[in-house]
Structure formats: C-alpha cells, structure tokens
C-alpha cells in the first residue's frame, strides 16, 4: 500500500536546482540505499542526494563542461569516528 508521496518536482524547485522539467529531462535513479533511507539520483546536470526519512534534497555535485558526463555515483558507509589500529615500530 502506499504510505506518501515526495514530489521531486517542488523539491527541485525549492533549491532552485534546474535538473527535473521540460520533456527532454531525464532522472535516474543510481543508488538506493539500505531500506530505502536515501536516493542517488542522477540526470545530465547534477547529482542529488534525497534522505527519504528528512525529506531533504541536496544537490551533492553538478557536471561541469569539462566533465561533460557523470557516469556512476558509488557511496560507501563508515563508522564515525573512524578508528585506526595502532602503528607498530619495526626496529
């Protein structure tokens, strides 16, 4: 059953981000995540990121024209803060 809806559209155009409209604009989606808490979406111009959960869209890159394309998006996930092992002296 459907729980609620996001309009990428508004969301888009609250951030003044030009990369949903017209007929000619295509969205990807490249990554989702565990449980469907976040989305990577992908289009000619931008990279965005949606955490599901906040409701909170955020443009994480935009291609330049020396990019000229954005192939794949590849997260990972780490613990925070990230802990080393201890270095040990060779003598």
């Not at 949903?20 to 990279?47: I, N, P, Q, W």
Request: charged share 25%.
């Amino acid at each position: 059953t459907l729980v609620d809806t996001i309009c990428l559209r508004s969301m888009c155009a609250n951030l003044h981000i030009n990369c949903v409209g017209g007929d000619s604009r295509v969205v990807y989606m490249d990554y989702v995540g565990d449980d469907a808490e976040f989305l990577f979406l992908k289009t000619d111009e931008c990279a965005l990121y949606l955490d599901v959960k906040s409701r909170q869209l955020h443009k994480v890159y935009e291609v330049t024209e020396k990019d000229e394309i954005l192939f794949s998006i590849m997260p990972f996930m780490m613990i925070w803060p990230p802990i080393f092992p201890v270095r040990k002296e060779i003598s």
